[in-house]
């Protein structure tokens, strides 16, 4: 036996998905095509002692998230728990739904940091990829209160075929909104982004143009603006460590209170996962069938199982692996060492100039 | 590379975003930022926490020569050092 497993890492980050429910309609959004009904969520107090729980368990950071978090009533409620277990609080936001008054009560109950989704540079755009008129308008004004309050903001870009080309301007914006960080988010192709890969997929000429953008950006603007972007996935010939490797840095908590390793854990049939309903968050991260199936080393097959690189990146996604490859324990068809390499080659050329298919 | 040397009678705070928080799972206190975490030793947990924007440096080397008993130039030392490589990683306001 792996002496290394007798005790599990502690993770450091959680993301809890307050809600499924979200204004927009981003056809890129990885939320599961079987969203959680607000029926089901769990109320103020639950959260309250998930936040308590992971601070025990040795999470620093929360990922106030959704669906959009704001669709929420007790967000301020939720915010206050969470800052009040100790830990650092971030809301992930797509800034729709949250007023001005609203913001200021966040900003009392202690939010640390606050971070902007944008769609496109130009409001026309950016408001078609949203499926939500008015979305661009919300976004500026949020972005301007955050700075007025002094909390640090990151803009989180999501590009695909159809902004992609936008890259320079969308980092121009995200410094118009005073952020201090832009992540250059390229699609990842779960859920709902993964119903529209094919509208969604951007060229192999406009990811290399973009990767060369992002370098000369980052040169222009140091100092002023930190620019995070890695390739998108589909034209990478190394995988990533998907959530740090599985049940080693992070865990989800979905609306529900099922606890996952990674957000589309879900898309991995036969998986059991526990809820905090149920068992308390440390008994979930050590012992719950999910987090034990593909934590460490063990689970693996060649390449993998062989490979140099495999406490660096745990084979990539276990959700990708078995969403291209039928098998999830393969090694992520990203590297180039699986057999299944060509496959993404393949599915990244088939691209449709088809209507998005929003979230709804 | 330190951008500045630290006056004594500045006023040293975390700027908002930046958080000191002790958690025992992971060993001890921590210094939370965006996106990034430092462990905290004993020595930076005691000067970070004296950092509230009202005590002046020399302030807090005082307190800090008191409370542990230990000569204030050593003192004044670590407390500078720590504090010029807290403002240059924009983890302290001075």
Redesign the interface.
Known sequence: MDTTLQRAPRPLGLLAELTHRCPLGCPYCSNPLALEPRADELDTASWARVFKEAAALGVLQVHLSGGEPAARRDLVELTTAAHDAGLYTNLITSAVGITRETFGKLSDAGLDHVQISIQDNEPGTADHIAGYKGAYARKQALAAEVTRLGIPLTVNAVMHRANIDHVEEMVTLALKFGAKRVEIAHVQYYGWALKNRAQLMPTRDQVDRAVAAVETLRKQHHGRIVIDAVVPDYYARFPKACVGGWGRRSLNVTPSGKVLPCHAAESIPGLTFWNVRAHSLADIWDNSPAFMAFRGTDWMQEPCRSCPKREEDFGGCRCQAFALTGDARAADPVCHLSPHHALVGELAEARADAAYEYRR | MSESKVAPDAKPKL???V?L??????GGW?L?A??R?FKADAIAAEIVKRCTGEATVSDIVDDLAKTFNAPRDRIETDVMAMLTGLADKRLIEL
Do not use: D, I
Not at chain 2, 21 to 26: D, G, I, L, V
């Open positions: 700027p908002r975003g958080r928080t002790h958690n025992e799972a992971q921590v939370l965006p996106e975490v």
